[in-house]
């Protein structure tokens, strides 16, 4: 079992910055693939951003030159978000797969004010 819990979110002005965190914990495989997704009010789960471990993070094409994915030696994932947009709000989640299973966190509120 994996266990995710995310932190980090919060009330921005659109043109902020937010950092969201995911501390990972429980049977975390070396060749795991971790991602952050995000569903605004009324609209699916979308993929923000994705990063295999040891390997290039690739993006959504809303988020690409704004958003930053990285992960540490210590499992924990990381999304730094810039410049933010209205549209950026939603609650965003943590993601692992790995053989084995795909795990989810609670999520984090993000909410961008005009």
């Given at each position: 079992q994996v266990q995710l819990v995310e932190s980090g979110g919060g009330l921005v002005q659109a043109g902020g910055s937010l950092r969201l965190s995911?501390?990972?914990?429980?049977?975390?495989f070396s060749s795991n693939i971790m991602a952050w997704y995000r569903q605004a009010p009324g609209k699916q789960r979308e993929l923000v951003a994705r990063i295999p471990r040891g390997g290039s993070a690739n993006y959504a094409d809303s988020v690409k030159g704004r958003f930053t994915v990285s992960m540490d030696i210590a499992n924990t994932l990381y999304l730094q978000m810039n410049s933010l947009k209205v549209e950026d709000t939603a609650v965003y989640y943590c993601n692992a797969v790995q053989k084995g299973g795909t795990y989810w966190g609670q999520g984090t509120q993000v909410t961008v004010s005009s």
């Open positions: 995911c501390a990972a914990s429980g049977s975390i």
